[in-house]
């Protein structure tokens, strides 16, 4: 599972670097290269899901209001199932 974690980080920071030079949107990165790899099994949805949410950029209200109902579903569905997630995943925040 280490391996795969590691795997998933090195993925989902490729896919950031993008969003962190204005490029597009945060928003934009999870339905193009994350949203697909959610649906493959629970294991990894959690582990990119984590992984993705670390560092959250926000370009545009539109993606403020979206990722934010985004992480409020997940905690929601994660706590549920007594799993933490969603809004403790995010580390740093910042605003382009």
């Not at 090195?10 to 993008?18: G, L, Q, R």
């Not at 949107?25 to 959610?38: C, E, G, H, V, W």
């Not at 649906?39 to 370009?59: C, D, G, H, K, W």
Request: glycine content about 4%.
């Amino acid at each position: 599972m280490e391996l795969l974690e590691e795997i998933m980080k090195f993925y989902t920071h490729s896919t950031m670097a993008s969003t962190r030079f204005g490029r597009e949107s945060q928003q934009t990165a999870f339905s193009r290269d994350i949203k697909p790899l959610t649906v493959a099994s629970r294991a990894l949805r959690y582990l990119v899901l984590r992984q993705f949410f670390e560092t959250v950029n926000f370009i545009s209200q539109s993606d403020d209001t979206s990722l934010f109902y985004y992480l409020t579903s997940v905690t929601t569905s994660l706590k549920e199932r007594n799993w933490s997630g969603g809004f403790v995943w995010v580390k740093s925040v910042l605003n382009s």
